[in-house]
C-alpha cells in the first residue's frame, strides 16, 4: 500500500511511496503528529540520484521489520533536498557541526519543534566498521526520548542555540577590489595539482566556478598562469574518465586525483556550468577541444535532460542494471576488452583499448575500465576514431539506461538556459537557442504562472509546492539575461528584473547581506544563509552576479548598490578561500571591469553583435537591435542611431563611452579580443 509520499512531485519522494515506512513529506501535520503521539521525528534527506541513499532504502526502509518499528516509534518524514534545499541546508550545518562530516543521505533525529538531538548519515543493517546498525540507532534514540527526556531536551536547546549565534560576517565595509583578486589567485596557484590538472586533492570535482574566474582574471589582466591553470584543468578533465567519451556530458566528481573514475551520477547544473565554461574557454583560446566539448556537452543535456515540457530534468542516476541484471553503479559507462570485441571485432577493439585507456586489469572494478584519453597512442585516424565511438555509442545504447530524476530545478533551469543560450550563438547553433527559449518560456509559464513568485521545482509541467530560494532567482535571472544578450528580445531582461525586484524586496538584509529565503517564507529553525559556491553558484553570489549584469543594462543604482553590498562577502572570502567563492570572483572581476555596457544598433546575429558576444572583457553586458522600437526593448539602445546607415556599435563603462564604431576588428580589441 503506498505512502502519503504517492501525492508528492518529487522523483525521490516517488521512490519511497512504496516503502513499508509510513513517510510523511514535511509539512506542520507531520510534527503536529509527533507531538500529538508524543514521539520524535526521524527527518530523513536524500535526493533520487544519490547512490547510498538508494543502498539504505533498500537494505532498512524496505524492511518489514525495521519500518514497523519506526512506525511505532517515530513520525518518519522525507525530504528531497533538491526541493528543499532550506530544510537540507539548515540540518546539514548542524550535522557537520556536530560530527565533523555531512553528507547523504542524512538522518537526523529531530523534536516535535523540529529542534534537532542525534545525528548521522548512512547508517548500515548490521553494526561495521565501528557504526551501530540502523536499528541500534533506533532503538538507542527511543531510549533516550523514554528514559532521559529532559537530557533530549537540553541537547536540542543547545544546537539551536549554537545555531542561531552562528551570524554571517559579511565582510563588512566595501568590494573586493585588485588586493583580494590577486590573494585569491595566489590561493589557487597554492592549490592547483600541476600534474593532473584541478585543485586539491581526491576526491576531486569539476571546478567550473574557479576556472571562469580564471578566464576573467587572464582577460582583465593577461595574467598567463591564470590562463595556464584553466585551459589545464579543462584539458584534463575532457581526456579523463569524468567526462563521457562516448555521449558527451561529466559526471559529478573524479574519485581519484587523476580523473580517472567518476562517480558516475550526471547532474545537469554541472554539465550546464562546464559548457558555459568549455565555450568561454574556446572564445579565449580558440581550441578546438574547448568547442568540441561545449558542443557534445550541450548536445548531452538537449538528448539526455530535456523533459517533454521543454524544460532539463536534475541529473542521471549513477547506477543501472549490469549484464547479471543486478544494480551496478557505472554499469552502463564501463567497457571490458571481452565487450569491446564483441561490438568491434578483434582489430578495431585493440585500437579502442589503446585509445580510451581500457585495460585487460580495468581501471574500475571487476576488470572493467572507464573509458577516458589516456593521449599515448601517437596520431590517430579522426574517422577511425568517430567511426568507432558511433559503434560503441550505438552498442551501449541498447544497456538498460540509468534512472532519470525528472524534476525541473528553477535554478538549475537558469544554468542550462544560459549555457545553451551562448553556445548556440558562438557556435552558429540556432537550435541551441531555441531550447533555451523553450526552456525559459516553461519558467515563466509554470514556476512563475499565476504567483508571481518563483517556484522551485516542477514535474510533468505541473509546479510543485515549494518556494523558490535565493539562488533560483539569481541563476534564473541570469539565464533571462544570457538570453536577451543573445536573441535581442528585452522581454527577457524585463523578467530578469522582476525577479530581481524581489531579491531586493525578499531577500535582502541589511548591510548588503543575502538570506537563501524569503522574508515571507516558512520559518526553521535557523533562516539559512550561505554565501560559499560550492557544486553551484551560492544564491548570494548569483544574485551579485545578476543584480551586477541588470544594473549595467538600466543603469538602476538600486541594483548596482545592492550587489556591491552583496560583493562584501567576497572580499572576505576570496583571499582565504578562493575555492569555494569562485562565482563570487568572477562576479568580482565583472565589477573590477566596469563591466563594460555593449550596444550594438544592428541586426540581432549580425557581425557587430557576433563581435560583442565572443568579446572577453569580463561581464559585458550586449543590447542588440536596430529600428525605432529598439530603444523601447533595451534602454542601452536609447539615442545610438547608426553612423552613416551602417551597423554600429557603442561601448561604454564606469559612465564614459568610447567613439562609436562600425569596426568590426575594432570592436573586438575593445572588448578584450
Given amino acids: ?176 577590489g585588485e588586493s583580494e583578486v590577486a590573494q585569491a589567485l595566489l590561493g589557487l596557484t597554492r592549490e592547483y595539482d600541476e600534474q593532473r590538472g584541478g585543485f586539491g586533492g581526491a576526491p576531486k570535482f569539476p571546478p567550473s566556478m574557479a576556472v571562469e574566474f580564471l578566464l576573467r582574471h587572464h582577460a582583465r589582466t593577461g595574467s598567463e598562469g591564470a590562463l595556464q591553470m584553466a585551459a589545464d584543468t579543462c584539458s584534463a578533465m575532457a581526456r579523463g574518465g569524468i567526462y563521457d567519451q562516448l555521449g558527451g556530458g561529466f559526471a559529478r566528481y573524479s574519485v581519484d586525483r587523476e580523473w580517472v573514475v567518476p562517480h558516475f551520477e550526471k547532474m545537469l547544473y554541472d554539465n550546464a556550468l562546464l559548457c558555459r565554461v568549455y565555450a568561454h574557454l574556446w572564445r579565449t583560446t580558440g581550441s578546438d577541444e574547448a568547442r568540441r566539448i561545449a558542443l557534445e556537452t550541450a548536445d548531452f543535456m538537449v538528448r539526455e535532460l530535456r523533459t517533454a515540457e521543454g524544460g532539463f530534468a536534475s541529473a542521471l542516476d549513477a547506477d543501472s542494471e549490469d549484464a547479471d541484471g543486478k544494480h551496478a553503479e557505472g554499469a552502463y559507462y564501463v567497457w571490458t576488452p571481452a565487450q569491446l570485441r564483441e561490438v568491434l571485432g578483434e582489430d578495431d577493439a585493440a585500437f579502442a583499448a589503446a585509445y580510451f585507456g581500457v585495460t585487460e586489469d580495468g581501471t574500475f572494478e571487476e576488470g572493467a575500465s572507464v573509458l577516458r584519453l589516456p593521449g599515448d597512442v601517437g596520431p590517430v585516424d579522426a574517422d577511425r576514431v568517430a567511426d568507432v565511438r558511433a559503434r560503441l555509442l550505438a552498442a551501449r545504447d541498447e544497456r538498460p539506461h540509468p534512472g532519470r530524476d525528472d524534476k525541473v530545478v528553477a535554478a538549475w533551469n537558469g544554468l542550462a538556459i544560459a549555457a545553451l543560450a551562448e553556445t548556440g550563438a558562438y557556435f552558429d547553433r540556432p537550435d541551441l537557442v531555441e531550447r533555451a527559449t523553450e526552456a525559459a518560456d516553461l519558467l515563466v509559464r509554470v514556476h512563475l504562472g499565476e504567483v508571481a513568485r518563483l517556484t522551485r521545482t516542477s514535474k510533468d509541467g505541473r509546479a510543485g509546492d515549494n518556494a523558490g530560494v535565493l539562488e533560483d532567482y539569481g541563476d534564473v535571472a541570469e539565464g533571462f539575461l544570457a538570453l536577451a544578450a543573445v536573441t535581442g528580445e528585452g522581454a527577457w531582461l524585463e523578467f530578469a528584473g522582476f525577479l530581481l525586484d524581489i531579491v531586493l524586496e525578499q531577500f535582502t538584509g541589511e548591510g548588503g547581506q543575502l538570506y537563501d529565503t524569503a522574508h515571507d517564507a516558512e520559518q526553521l529553525i535557523r533562516r539559512p544563509q550561505d554565501p560559499t559556491d560550492s557544486a553551484t553558484p551560492s544564491g548570494w553570489t548569483a544574485a551579485a552576479g545578476a543584480l551586477l549584469s541588470y544594473a549595467a543594462y538600466t543603469g538602476s543604482e538600486a541594483h548596482r548598490t545592492a550587489a556591491e553590498g552583496a560583493l562584501g562577502v567576497v572580499k572576505a572570502l576570496g583571499p582565504r578561500v578562493p575555492r569555494f567563492v569562485g562565482w563570487g570572483l568572477a562576479v568580482a572581476e565583472a565589477l573590477l571591469d566596469g563591466p563594460r555596457e555593449v550596444a550594438v544598433a544592428g541586426p540581432v546575429g549580425g557581425e557587430l553583435h557576433r563581435t560583442a558576444l565572443l568579446g572577453r572583457a569580463p561581464g559585458a553586458v550586449v543590447a542588440a537591435g536596430e529600428g525605432p522600437g529598439a530603444g523601447a526593448e533595451f534602454a542601452l539602445l536609447v539615442d545610438r542611431p547608426q553612423v552613416g546607415g551602417e551597423p554600429t556599435a557603442y561601448v561604454c563603462r564606469h559612465f564614459v563611452c568610447d567613439a562609436p564604431t562600425t569596426d568590426a576588428a575594432e570592436l573586438a580589441v575593445k572588448l578584450g579580443g
Avoid at 526520548?145 to 551570524?167: C, F, M, N, P, Q
Fill in 1 to 176: 500500500m503506498a505512502n502519503r509520499l504517492a501525492q508528492t512531485t518529487s522523483p525521490y519522494l516517488l521512490q519511497h511511496a512504496d516503502n513499508p515506512v509510513d513517510w510523511w513529506p514535511w509539512s506542520p501535520e507531520a510534527f503536529e503528529e509527533a507531538r500529538k503521539r508524543d514521539v520524535p521525528v526521524l527527518l530523513s534527506v536524500g535526493y533520487a540520484s544519490c547512490h547510498w541513499c538508494h543502498v539504505m532504502a533498500h537494505e532498512s526502509f524496505e524492511d518489514e521489520t525495521v519500518a514497523a518499528y519506526l512506525n511505532a516509534h517515530f513520525v518518519p518524514v522525507k525530504v528531497d533536498r533538491e526541493e528543499r534545499p532550506d530544510v537540507d541546508a539548515v540540518y546539514m550545518e548542524a550535522v557537520q557541526a556536530a560530527t565533523g562530516h555531512g553528507g547523504w543521505p542524512m538522518t537526523v533525529f529531530l523534536t516535535a519543534d523540529a529542534e534537532p538531538f542525534y545525528f548521522g548519515t548512512y547508517f548500515p543493517p548490521e553494526p561495521r566498521h565501528g557504526s551501530p546498525s540502523f536499528q541500534q540507532v533506533l532503538e538507542g534514540v527511543v531510549a533516550a526520548w523514554t528514559d532521559r527526556r529532559d537530557e533530549v531536551a537540553e541537547v536540542a536547546g543547545r544546537i539551536v542555540a549554537d545555531l542561531a549565534g552562528r551570524s554571517l560576517v559579511h565582510g563588512g565595509d566595501g568590494v573586493p
